[in-house]
């Protein structure tokens, strides 16, 4: 088995690292590396991928907002999100959104080159953490309990500045990682209190503390 992968992270250490996992499995790979959305969606118009494999952090735009765009122009194409957030964080919204699978960095080798072979063969790989994840969003969905899943009411570019929030960045920190204007987090802030009926930050906070969406 050949697999052609695109491996889409900012971090040359990271990317490094990988690349090193995937040539020491027991098939045979080709990668090729995008540092960031840019270049990994040049990439993916010129020639045909098996897997990306992504990062959520980009310099230019957030891997959230890349896999929307991948899965417009190549719905087949799998894309597996490797990342050091927390499951509970983007995971039930980046395999809404059609990703393969959810996996952390922190995960051994053998963990990683499983996920890659069953999501290059178009199936979706749930570790454990997600598959619970999954159970328990499901099981919220058939309670209907709406005060739990607040966050759930956010457009992804929300939910991102949420969680920016809720670990205390301020807008112009938020404005640099997401490459907009302190104005716009702003609005964007306006618009999180108001979906969730909250006030102010501290019960940003206190929300994705009690729904472990921070660590």
Not at 176 to 205: P, W, Y
Request: hydrophobic share 45%; glycine share 4%.
């Amino acid at each position: 088995m050949m697999l052609n992968i695109l491996l889409v992270d900012d971090h040359c250490v990271v990317r490094a690292g990988i690349r090193q996992i995937l040539q020491d499995a027991d098939f045979k790979v080709e990668i090729s590396e995008a540092a960031d959305a840019f270049s990994a969606l040049k990439l993916i118009k010129q020639q045909s991928w098996d897997l990306v494999l992504l990062d959520i952090r980009l310099p230019d735009r957030s891997g959230v907002e890349l896999l929307k765009l991948i899965k417009a122009d190549n719905p087949k194409l799998p894309v597996l999100i490797l990342s050091t957030y927390p499951e509970s964080q983007y995971a039930i919204r980046l395999i809404h959104g059609g990703a393969a699978g959810y996996l952390s960095k922190d995960a051994d080798d053998d963990e990683i080159l499983n996920a890659v072979k069953i999501a290059a063969k178009g199936k979706r790989y749930l570790s454990p953490e997600v598959a619970e994840l999954l159970a328990n969003h499901i099981t919220r969905g058939i309670q209907d309990d709406k005060m739990d899943c607040l966050h759930e009411t956010l457009s992804d570019r929300e939910f991102q500045v949420f969680l920016e929030l809720a670990i205390g960045s301020g807008p112009n920190t938020i404005a640099d990682q997401l490459n907009v204007s302190a104005k716009t987090i702003t609005t964007h802030r306006a618009r999180i209190l108001q979906k969730m009926g909250f006030t102010n930050n501290a019960e940003i906070v206190l929300y994705a503390n009690r729904h472990d969406l921070i660590t």
